[in-house]
């Protein structure tokens, strides 16, 4: 089964700053998918960026990035030039690519990671 | 298009009672998941269906139940609360098709307290 690991329950970072939050995951799996998802206080689930596991090229949307390490099985998040709306629950989440053997599409979450901006 | 939607937003239930969480969808998905998510944890999935007339079970199916009878709706059902019951649950949609998968859109949630 897969699993997905956040090992940083909470982090913080200065306004205007860059910060990494780390994801690990385990899976024996060739094709997936990997997702970062902000979750603010009013639990709406966002999507913030996607990973295509066949695609070396690290994915990115403004001022959020990823590196994806397929074979540490790694996908950290790096926010640059933070605001303070950035402040939220962040989850790292894994999909499989295959609909078979009960894996449809289903996502696997981590427990997440609480950053806090300062102003 | 308004995307997921559900219904209550909020409920405190009984232990013993029974409830629906409603869970609808406009954008003709034909996946839909239910998740919960306990405090300090991320979504684990209740079940999931991958369309009208299909479903099964996910990690954690104890104690609720299901049905699809149409593309759009998903409730999910609540019988005999209990405690452990407590948390937020989050319907969710995709599309999936051609071997081609899409991304998951969520709805806004139900917080629930069983006492």
């Known amino acids: 089964a897969q699993t997905v690991t956040q090992s940083q329950p909470e982090m913080s970072v200065q306004e205007a700053e860059t910060v990494t939050l780390s994801c690990t995951y385990d899976t024996s799996e060739s094709d997936y998918y990997l997702f970062w998802y902000k979750q603010p206080p009013s639990r709406q689930m966002i999507l913030v960026i996607r990973q295509e596991a066949y695609k070396q090229q690290n994915a990115t949307e403004n001022r959020f990035s990823v590196n994806f390490q397929k074979a540490a099985k790694s996908f950290s998040l790096k926010i640059s030039d933070s605001q303070l709306g950035d402040a939220a629950m962040y989850f790292c989440a894994y999909r499989s690519a295959s609909n078979y053997g009960g894996s449809q599409g289903n996502l696997i979450f981590g427990k997440g990671t609480k950053l806090s901006v300062k102003p | 298009n308004a995307g997921v939607t559900q219904t209550p937003k909020f409920r405190i239930l009984k232990i013993g009672q029974s409830m629906t969480l409603q869970c609808t969808q406009d954008?003709?998905?034909?996946?839909m998941y239910w998740y919960r998510q306990d405090p300090g944890m991320g979504l684990k999935l209740i079940y999931y269906?991958?369309?009208?007339?299909?479903?099964d079970k996910g990690e954690v199916p104890n104690g609720y139940n299901v049905s699809r009878s149409t593309t759009e709706d998903f409730p999910l059902r609540l019988e005999l609360a209990a405690p452990s019951q407590t948390s937020v649950y989050f319907c969710?949609?995709?599309?999936?098709?051609?071997?081609?998968?899409?991304?998951?859109?969520f709805g806004p949630g139900t917080r629930l307290t069983v006492t």
């Open positions: 269906s991958v369309g009208a007339g299909i479903t």
């Open positions: 954008m003709n998905h034909n996946y």
């Open positions: 969710a949609s995709s599309y999936w098709a051609g071997g081609s998968s899409y991304e998951q859109y």
